[in-house]
T-cell receptor, first 113, second 114 residues
């Protein structure tokens, strides 16, 4: 069974700092990996999707990388802002269960003004 | 474009009561899902429906039943609620064809069983 781990569980940084969130998964046979943002009391919103054949994806101040062979992904947030405060989750879509997703437990990010 | 809509947003139940969480999507997606989210446990799959007319158990199906009423709607029923079912429930939908599609979530339903 695919297992997805996110470390750290919580992170607090001062505004303006660049930061990296980590995601690891146990089975490299995946279609893709996604990063989501979850605000308190809300559902998950997709930030970036990386196909298994890709190494990275960028959207604004966000950059996600994927190293499938080592089972790792990182989400890089540049010049963090208080509005970035949220929980960030990663999820993989395995090849053997193509319509299922496995989620990490998330990293709770607080950006201090 | 409403996306995934789930109701109710909040519900308090007494132990042993039953209730149904409703979910509808307007994106013509084949697959629909019910997850529960608990602190420190992440999202856990309760049931999913790969297509209209099919349902399958996920990781934590005990105490729940589902119905895929049509392509748009997927409901989750608690027949006899227990305090262990206090959680946040999320419905999601997904277009399976292709490898670059994202999964869409509803806003969540907060359920407390006392």
């Amino acid at each position: 069974k695919q297992e997805v781990t996110q470390i750290p569980a919580a992170l607090s940084v001062p505004e303006g700092e660049n930061l990296v969130l980590n995601c690891s998964f146990t089975d490299s046979a995946i279609y893709n990996l996604q990063w989501f943002r979850q605000d308190p009391g809300k559902g998950l919103t997709s930030l970036l999707l990386i196909q298994s054949s890709q190494r990275e994806q960028t959207s604004g101040r966000l950059n996600a990388s994927l190293d499938k062979s080592s089972g790792r992904s990182t989400l890089y947030i540049a010049a963090s802002q208080p509005g970035d405060s949220a929980t960030y989750l990663c999820a993989v879509r395995p090849v053997d269960t193509g319509n299922q997703f496995y989620f990490g437990t998330g990293t709770s990010l607080t950006v201090i003004p | 474009n409403a996306g995934v809509t789930q109701t109710p947003k909040f519900q308090v139940l007494k132990t042993g009561q039953s209730m149904t969480l409703q979910c509808a999507q307007d994106m013509n997606h084949n697959s629909m899902y019910w997850y529960r989210q608990d602190p420190g446990m992440g999202l856990r799959l309760i049931y999913y429906s790969a297509s209209e007319g099919t349902t399958d158990k996920g990781e934590v199906p005990n105490g729940y039943n589902v119905s895929r009423l049509n392509k748009r709607e997927f409901s989750l029923r608690l027949e006899s609620a227990a305090p262990s079912q206090t959680s946040v429930y999320f419905c999601a939908s997904f277009k399976v064809e292709g490898s670059g599609n994202t999964i869409y979530f509803g806003e969540g339903s907060w359920l407390t069983v006392v």
